[in-house]
């Protein structure tokens, strides 16, 4: 009996609206799932705009550029003698689905449209497309005019159904059709499908590789069958990073897995599996013969193409393998790093801009940079051409091949420390010592005199001198002056981002990056556009509870000894005079009125578990009952949601972060809410302090 079969899945770094470049990696992808004698190969969703294209689905263009992808691929002689799964938006009827397109030597057999659309947190598929709503039914398609001439076919069959081949029946559910209730795997099962694909654009998130791994598994465990998951890997023009993990799977373990990082653009998984093996593991669960005896039968679409493999007995299947997680460490190091090469490299720039401060958020900054660096260099050392390529590209010396990571940190990017007389030598030595380690152009730069200017021209104009509140100044002179200094800090490091390549006679200018963790973006513990404002932000979703954790893996990863001192430094913001001795009297928690921690916890309940102030009071009486009175807590949240509501606005103009965390307060897409709140929350403190009450009232009884 021929039962083994080979079947291939992928992860691409596709880039929206790329046609030409997503053609080339998708031709790349069946190009090396053939030298492997695979005979079915699957690709990410979307992959030939590219997933990201957002409001782009709106225009016919979107439409038009991707049926002319799909026929330059059809005709593609390298397409040939294997059956294709692409994903691309289609429109029947007037209306747009988010859709697969199965070929098969220069003939259409299906277009499998999407039945669950991700509707939550980072995705607006309902935005874009319409979910397919006719279970296990078909339509007539008709195709463009064009591709009927290319093709031969007037119309071809569009809905949910199943490719029927000699060895096997393959069924598809679309990326987040594995996460919904009633998941398609579960009656394609019950249907006898064997092989099971599943086309995804599935982001990172610290800490979630296990639930897309568990969901799998489950799936497998349970029903039985092959399965195969595709993924975009990359940053496709936004905040996301689809981190790939591509994966090939039968019947509960897992016999291929692929990188969740890398700076590969094409990355083929192949596998060798026995489809008699899930009709033995499904004949054993008699449940599940019982349920699959009474299924409604899918539409199929039978083809007599063999996905045999032609040597049944002298070729071994894939052995099961144990899945390999990242820590969230070195999810941190890699996940960001390879997001800014990816908008490096695609935006044609020449290297990064990094105001260093010494504290731990730029010091993070600069570590994932440096984290870069090292991939980079890996791929290059390992003679990945296509690296080097655009190394040589940026740094605009095609006879540069870099040495080391500091070499390449050397190339690529500048560190800046900006300093005032309300700086520290600590701070100063800190960043100094780190950009020494990792390799950067670093600056130490003093801006008292554009300071002192800006101060001046106040001073001339109103005749008046502000003063900082340990000189006797008020509040609002305090925070006037050191805002000062944070703003010029983003109008310098811009300034010096443009003209630092030209200094150094090369085209271009940098991107600046900034240093602002998701804890102080929910607070507002930041200057609206100071040096937190920049071009990209990959710490921006990241807390300071990880990111100290961060600072301590790099330091012995990369051995980076410098940030054992950052790490043990009490975080500042430096904008307040230094004491007579020199020493710091300006620190963070103090200043924001909370820990870190607290921030935290309440970031997690606000977004993760929808709280608002009332629901927020009553959550924390369960958990800090034990070390502070129901008054205290009260006046806690309180004081929070005070603070938030007031410095929303500034999640307007936010610098574009790397997506890592759900309780980002990032309102571009993530986290829609208002910027002008009723900020004293009468209603709601009100609430609270009812309840408040009526718990001393019992406790008095």
Request: hydrophobic share 35%; charged share 20%; glycine share 6%.
């Given at each position: 009996?021929?039962?083994?079969?080979?079947?291939?899945?992928?992860?691409?770094?596709?880039?929206?609206?790329?046609?030409?470049?997503?053609?080339?990696?998708?031709?790349?992808?069946?190009?090396?799932?053939?030298?492997?004698?695979?005979?079915?190969?699957?690709?990410?969703?979307?992959?030939?705009?590219?997933?990201?294209?957002?409001?782009?689905?709106?225009?016919?263009?979107?439409?038009?550029?991707?049926?002319?992808?799909?026929?330059?691929?059809?005709?593609?002689?390298?397409?040939?003698?294997?059956?294709?799964?692409?994903?691309?938006?289609?429109?029947?009827?007037?209306?747009?689905?988010?859709?697969?397109?199965?070929?098969?030597?220069?003939?259409?057999?299906?277009?499998?449209?999407?039945?669950?659309?991700?509707?939550?947190?980072?995705?607006?598929?309902?935005?874009?497309?319409?979910?397919?709503?006719?279970?296990?039914?078909?339509?007539?398609?008709?195709?463009?005019?064009?591709?009927?001439?290319?093709?031969?076919?007037?119309?071809?069959?569009?809905?949910?159904?199943?490719?029927?081949?000699?060895?096997?029946?393959?069924?598809?559910?679309?990326?987040?059709?594995?996460?919904?209730?009633?998941?398609?795997?579960?009656?394609?099962?019950?249907?006898?499908?064997?092989?099971?694909?599943?086309?995804?654009?599935?982001?990172?998130?610290?800490?979630?590789?296990?639930?897309?791994?568990?969901?799998?598994?489950?799936?497998?465990?349970?029903?039985?069958?092959?399965?195969?998951?595709?993924?975009?890997?990359?940053?496709?023009?936004?905040?996301?990073?689809?981190?790939?993990?591509?994966?090939?799977?039968?019947?509960?373990?897992?016999?291929?897995?692929?990188?969740?990082?890398?700076?590969?653009?094409?990355?083929?998984?192949?596998?060798?599996?026995?489809?008699?093996?899930?009709?033995?593991?499904?004949?054993?669960?008699?449940?599940?013969?019982?349920?699959?005896?009474?299924?409604?039968?899918?539409?199929?679409?039978?083809?007599?193409?063999?996905?045999?493999?032609?040597?049944?007995?002298?070729?071994?299947?894939?052995k099961p393998i144990e899945w390999k997680y990242h820590s969230a460490m070195e999810e941190i190091a890699f996940g960001p790093a390879c997001w800014l090469w990816d908008f490096l490299r695609r935006s044609k720039q020449g290297g990064f801009f990094l105001p260093l401060s010494g504290g731990i958020d730029s010091c993070s900054t600069a570590c994932?940079?440096?984290?870069?660096?090292?991939?980079?260099?890996?791929?290059?050392?390992?003679?990945?051409?296509?690296?080097?390529?655009?190394?040589?590209?940026?740094?605009?010396d095609q006879n540069y091949s870099p040495t080391s990571p500091q070499d390449l940190c050397s190339k690529l990017f500048v560190t800046c420390y900006m300093g005032t007389s309300n700086s520290s030598e600590d701070t100063k030595n800190r960043a100094k010592e780190l950009a020494l380690q990792i390799g950067s152009n670093h600056l130490s730069i003093?801006?008292?005199?554009?300071?002192?200017?800006?101060?001046?021209?106040?001073?001339?104009?109103?005749?008046?001198?502000?003063?900082?509140?340990?000189?006797?100044?008020?509040?609002?002179?305090?925070?006037?002056?050191?805002?000062?200094?944070?703003?010029?800090?983003?109008?310098?490091?811009?300034?010096?981002?443009?003209?630092?390549?030209?200094?150094?006679?090369?085209?271009?200018?940098?991107?600046?990056?900034?240093?602002?963790?998701?804890?102080?973006?929910?607070?507002?513990?930041?200057?609206?556009?100071?040096?937190?404002?920049?071009?990209?932000?990959?710490?921006?979703?990241?807390?300071?509870?990880?990111?100290?954790?961060?600072?301590?893996?790099?330091?012995?990863?990369?051995?980076?000894?410098?940030?054992?001192?950052?790490?043990?430094?009490?975080?500042?913001?430096?904008?307040?005079?230094?004491?007579?001795?020199?020493?710091?009297?300006?620190?963070?928690?103090?200043?924001?009125?909370?820990?870190?921690?607290?921030?935290?916890?309440?970031?997690?309940?606000?977004?993760?578990?929808?709280?608002?102030?009332?629901?927020?009071?009553?959550?924390?009486?369960?958990?800090?009952?034990?070390?502070?009175?129901?008054?205290?807590?009260?006046?806690?949240?309180?004081?929070?949601?005070?603070?938030?509501?007031?410095?929303?606005?500034?999640?307007?103009?936010?610098?574009?972060?790397?997506?890592?965390?759900?309780?980002?307060?990032?309102?571009?897409?993530?986290?829609?809410?208002?910027?002008?709140?009723?900020?004293?929350?009468?209603?709601?403190?009100?609430?609270?302090?009812?309840?408040?009450?009526?718990?001393?009232?019992?406790?008095?009884?």
């Amino acid at each position: 009996m021929n039962s083994k079969v080979i079947l291939s899945t992928c992860a691409l770094n596709q880039w929206a609206l790329d046609f030409e470049g997503n053609f080339q990696r998708i031709l790349q992808s069946i190009r090396e799932a053939k030298a492997k004698n695979s005979r079915y190969r699957v690709g990410p969703e979307l992959e030939i705009c590219g997933y990201g294209c957002q409001d782009h689905f709106y225009e016919s263009d979107t439409f038009l550029h991707s049926w002319q992808v799909l026929t330059k691929l059809i005709v593609h002689p390298e397409c040939g003698d294997i059956l294709c799964d692409v994903g691309m938006p289609v429109m029947h009827k007037n209306v747009s689905y988010n859709c697969r397109v199965i070929f098969l030597n220069k003939q259409i057999l299906l277009i499998r449209p999407k039945m669950s659309l991700a509707d939550d947190e980072n995705y607006r598929e309902r935005r874009y497309f319409t979910a397919w709503t006719k279970l296990k039914q078909i339509e007539d398609y008709q195709l463009p005019k064009f591709v009927q001439e290319i093709v031969g076919q007037m119309s071809v069959p569009f809905g949910d159904a199943v490719i029927q081949t000699p060895e096997a029946a393959i069924g598809t559910e679309i990326c987040e059709e594995l996460w919904s209730p009633l998941s398609p795997h579960i009656n394609l099962a019950m249907d006898g499908v064997e092989i099971i694909s599943n086309p995804s654009g599935s982001h990172h998130q610290l800490r979630k590789a296990d639930r897309r791994v568990n969901l799998i598994k489950g799936a497998t465990t349970k029903c039985g069958g092959i399965y195969l998951f595709a993924n975009q890997r990359g940053c496709d023009g936004d905040r996301l990073y689809f981190d790939g993990c591509a994966s090939i799977a039968i019947n509960g373990e897992f016999v291929s897995q692929g990188a969740q990082f890398s700076l590969k653009e094409v990355e083929v998984l192949t596998a060798i599996v026995d489809v008699e093996d899930v009709r033995t593991y499904r004949n054993r669960v008699r449940s599940f013969q019982a349920m699959a005896e009474k299924s409604i039968p899918y539409p199929r679409i039978k083809i007599n193409f063999s996905l045999a493999i032609k040597e049944q007995f002298l070729v071994s299947c894939s052995k099961p393998i144990e899945w390999k997680y990242h820590s969230a460490m070195e999810e941190i190091a890699f996940g960001p790093a390879c997001w800014l090469w990816d908008f490096l490299r695609r935006s044609k720039q020449g290297g990064f801009f990094l105001p260093l401060s010494g504290g731990i958020d730029s010091c993070s900054t600069a570590c994932i940079v440096y984290s870069m660096c090292c991939l980079v260099y890996f791929e290059t050392s390992k003679n990945n051409k296509s690296v080097l390529a655009e190394v040589q590209r940026i740094v605009n010396d095609q006879n540069y091949s870099p040495t080391s990571p500091q070499d390449l940190c050397s190339k690529l990017f500048v560190t800046c420390y900006m300093g005032t007389s309300n700086s520290s030598e600590d701070t100063k030595n800190r960043a100094k010592e780190l950009a020494l380690q990792i390799g950067s152009n670093h600056l130490s730069i003093v801006i008292d005199v554009a300071v002192n200017a800006i101060v001046s021209i106040w001073t001339t104009t109103m005749r008046i001198m502000p003063k900082f509140k340990v000189n006797g100044g008020s509040e609002i002179e305090n925070l006037a002056l050191q805002n000062i200094q944070a703003r010029l800090r983003m109008v310098i490091g811009y300034f010096f981002a443009q003209l630092s390549l030209w200094a150094a006679g090369r085209p271009g200018s940098l991107l600046v990056l900034g240093s602002a963790n998701v804890d102080e973006s929910l607070r507002g513990y930041f200057t609206k556009y100071d040096c937190s404002s920049a071009d990209l932000n990959p710490i921006g979703s990241i807390s300071k509870t990880d990111l100290r954790s961060f600072i301590l893996y790099c330091s012995e990863s990369f051995e980076l000894s410098a940030l054992k001192t950052i790490y043990d430094a009490p975080p500042t913001a430096e904008l307040e005079p230094l004491s007579n001795d020199g020493r710091i009297r300006q620190t963070d928690e103090e200043d924001m009125g909370m820990t870190y921690e607290e921030l935290s916890i309440y970031g997690k309940l606000r977004k993760q578990k929808s709280c608002g102030p009332y629901s927020m009071f009553v959550k924390l009486l369960e958990s800090w009952s034990e070390n502070l009175t129901p008054k205290q807590i009260a006046e806690k949240v309180k004081f929070f949601f005070v603070k938030h509501a007031i410095n929303r606005h500034k999640m307007t103009t936010i610098t574009p972060a790397y997506f890592a965390e759900t309780y980002s307060p990032d309102d571009n897409r993530f986290d829609h809410r208002q910027f002008l709140y009723p900020a004293d929350f009468t209603w709601q403190f009100n609430a609270i302090d009812n309840k408040v009450q009526r718990i001393a009232l019992s406790e008095i009884n």
